[in-house]
């Protein structure tokens, strides 16, 4: 069963993915990034400047084969023909076909109302679909 665990009411959607991944990595973990191109492209930018000291390997599943081997993190907009790996992050606006292959999901939604109303129907889909979910509240954090 895959586990889906929601990180919610996130200031930076893609500065909490980058700092995600590098837990990832780290920890020796491989992970996916899905999402839409326009969004990729941006996480991608993001995590070449996370940090000025580091690097956090990861390529494009359209990259060559062996580069996609290599990389502890794919950037994917769709799951079709892409291996499982230990970990899927979701930057898209719905639950990708496919994720049911990943032994765990993470979806990273802002306090932004355009992003939370889609995350409720994902979140909808999932606890349809079996997955165990878990919830993170961020904003807890930050309240005195």
């Known amino acids: 069963m895959t586990q889906v ?3 919610f009411n996130v200031e930076d959607r893609l500065h909490h993915s980058c ?3 590098r837990k990832g990595i780290a920890a ?6 899905s999402g839409p191109w ?3 492209d941006q996480f991608d930018r993001a995590l070449w400047a996370l940090s000025a000291t580091e690097f956090l390997p990861h390529c494009r599943a359209s990259d060559s084969d062996s580069l996609v081997q290599k990389s502890s993190v794919l950037l994917c907009e769709s799951l079709t023909g892409i291996a499982a790996r230990d970990v899927l ?3 898209g606006q719905t639950a990708p076909d496919g994720f049911e292959v ?3 999901v993470i979806e990273v939604v802002s306090t ?3 992003e939370r109303g889609p995350a409720r129907l994902r979140w909808k889909h999932y606890a349809q679909a079996g997955s165990e979910l878990v919830k993170h509240d961020l904003g807890a954090r930050a309240a005195p």
């Open 28 to 33: 020796g973990t491989s992970l996916v990034v």
């Open 5 to 7: 665990a929601f990180h």
């Open 102 to 104: 990943f032994p765990r």
């Open 89 to 91: 992050v979701n930057l």
């Open 112 to 114: 932004d109302e355009a």
């Open 38 to 40: 326009d969004v990729l």
């Open 19 to 21: 700092r995600l991944v």
